[in-house]
């Protein structure tokens, strides 16, 4: 079992079942009006939009629960939703689907200093969690350059990462116990408080299953304390290969930097011009390497990793002589999104990860490709990690202009995979790279994640079509594909 091709529902049809939905969840908000349910219809992936049917907004688990099991019995699609801040178009509605939104979620429920944990709602935002937790001089470790706004239960949903996920781990390695909801309205918990729990590790299976499984009601999570003392080196190279040769050469060094992020030169010069932050724009290439710690630590480590840089070609290096210059060197990495939406009417955010040796080559085919598509793509990176976030630019008011960024980002992807890599670092797939992941994965690994899916959703009902790919698409993306001007050999066979 892995598909059913839905008809589209009449617009009386449509209609009645709003009507019903009202009825039936007479006790919760139901959105149904064209101006409420329109700010649904994406997530941060806009290019991607399908209006949904109706949003529903519960404030109880048993809520949850009753919604969950009148989408079962009405034979509903559903797709939980956090912030909508996803860039995979994970969280876009089905179509004539209902939209789950946790945005009621939002409480904090404790924060337990001896274990060194928070239990939180999933709509509570990533930051809140640091922000309720720093009176105790504690932190939540992963932190998206989308923590003001995105939810820890987005943050489940699609193993988040962020700056500071190379030494700390991404969310899998930062949430202990994870209660969720199935589409037949049982509860289910996963993990525990202590360290390990008996039995498989489905919380694993979970984390990263892009609202497929079940809908997250309660996360407990780790605390870190916060470190003494937190520097950052921003290194400058005049080319790409040396900066992505220093990268390697750091983590060779033995040594595991806080953070370890790159930007090329005309991100660089793009976030100069938003931010005004120092940035070196004769760079064509900076690295940001963070260290922390007790002060001794920090010290020996920042003089460390100068070295290294230094003997990888640096043409020069600024270490933040404070709290403040520390934020302002970060936040030209942090606010590179924004930047690149005053480059051009829109961007697309890949998200593919390849070995850390392969950053150069992987750079310069991203050139090659600019030119085959006519369209600029600057690229910014969580470099210790390999994982790669090249924005491509285009006007999304151009249809054709879409189709070719839409190609170029795929072409990219099937770059990493060919690099030794993966079609996705930590924005999930979604239904961005729902083609890439017949590329990456053969029929017998994709029919095997079918079997979780429904070892957890026998109706296939929630969040459907997103992350895992049918036979059905994979065979026709096989016919599309296109490499240098000719169809793949044989691109009819299910395999493609
Ligand atoms: C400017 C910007 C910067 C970003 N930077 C980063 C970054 O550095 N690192 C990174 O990893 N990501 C980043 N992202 C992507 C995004 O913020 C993350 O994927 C985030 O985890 C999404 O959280 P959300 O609450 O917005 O979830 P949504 O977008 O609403 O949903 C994401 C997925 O989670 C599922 N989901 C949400 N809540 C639940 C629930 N309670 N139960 C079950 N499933 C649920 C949805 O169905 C969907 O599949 C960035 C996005 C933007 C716009």
């Not at 989408?71 to 689907?97: E, F, H, K």
């Not at 190279?237 to 030169?265: C, H, N, R, S, T």
């Not at 992987?362 to 470099?383: D, G, P, T, W």
Request: proline residues 5%.
């Amino acid at each position: 079992m892995e598909t059913t091709q839905r008809n589209r529902l009449s617009e009386d049809e449509r209609v009645r079942l709003q009507q019903r939905l009202h009825t039936l969840w007479s006790d919760m908000y139901v959105l149904t009006k064209p101006e409420e349910v329109i700010p649904y219809e994406c997530d941060g992936l806009a290019a991607y939009r399908e209006v949904p049917l109706a949003v529903v907004l519960p404030e109880t688990e048993a809520q949850v629960q009753q919604v969950l099991k009148t989408c079962q019995q009405l034979n509903l699609p559903v797709v939980p939703r956090g912030a909508g801040t996803g860039l995979a178009g994970s969280a876009m509605p089905i179509p004539d689907g209902v939209v789950l939104s946790m945005a009621k979620f939002n409480r904090i429920l404790d924060v337990d200093l001896q274990s060194r944990t928070a239990t939180v709602q999933p709509g509570v935002r990533n930051l809140a969690i640091s922000e309720a937790a720093a009176p105790y001089q504690l932190y939540y470790a992963p932190d998206p350059s989308s923590q003001i706004a995105c939810t820890i239960g987005g943050n489940v949903a699609e193993n988040s990462g962020g700056v500071h996920c190379l030494k700390y781990g991404l969310t899998v390695n930062n949430v202990l116990q994870v209660r969720a909801v199935t589409i037949d309205g049982d509860i289910i918990e996963f993990g525990s408080r202590a360290p390990d729990s008996p039995g498989l590790d489905l919380l694993g299976v979970l984390i990263g299953s892009e609202g497929m499984f079940c809908v997250t009601t309660e996360v407990v999570v780790k605390l870190v304390p916060k470190p003494q003392l937190a520097q950052v080196i921003m290194a400058s190279f005049d080319d790409m290969g040396k900066a992505g040769d220093a990268v390697a050469a750091v983590i060779a060094a033995g040594i595991i930097p806080a953070g370890l992020e790159m930007m090329d030169g005309p991100a660089t010069q793009a976030v100069e011009d938003f931010l005004h932050a120092g940035y070196d724009t004769n760079a064509k290439a900076i690295l940001l390497c963070e260290s922390d710690g007790t002060p001794e630590e920090v010290a020996e480590e920042i003089a460390h990793m100068e070295e290294v840089l230094n003997g990888c070609g640096a043409t020069r290096i600024q270490v933040s002589r404070n709290e403040i210059e520390r934020l302002v060197f970060w936040s030209g990495r942090k606010n590179a999104f924004p930047a690149a939406g005053r480059l051009s009417p829109d961007y697309y955010c890949m998200d593919g990860t390849i070995p850390r040796r392969s950053i150069g080559n992987l750079l310069r085919s991203i050139e090659e490709m600019e030119q085959k598509y006519q369209l600029r793509c600057i690229n910014v990176f969580h470099a210790g990690d390999g994982n790669m976030h090249p924005l491509v630019l285009f006007n999304g008011q151009d249809h054709e202009e879409w189709l070719r960024a839409e190609a170029f980002g795929a072409d990219i992807l099937e770059e990493c995979v060919r690099l030794g890599g993966t079609v996705t670092g930590e924005h999930g797939v979604g239904i961005e790279k729902i083609n890439s992941m017949c590329v990456q994965y053969t029929e017998q690994e994709r029919d095997a994640f079918w079997s979780v899916k429904y070892a957890f959703d026998p109706t296939g009902l929630l969040n459907f079509d997103k992350a895992i790919p049918t036979k059905n698409r994979c065979a026709e993306y096989g016919k599309l594909v296109v490499r240098r001007g000719e169809t793949l050999p044989h691109s009819e066979l299910s395999r493609f």
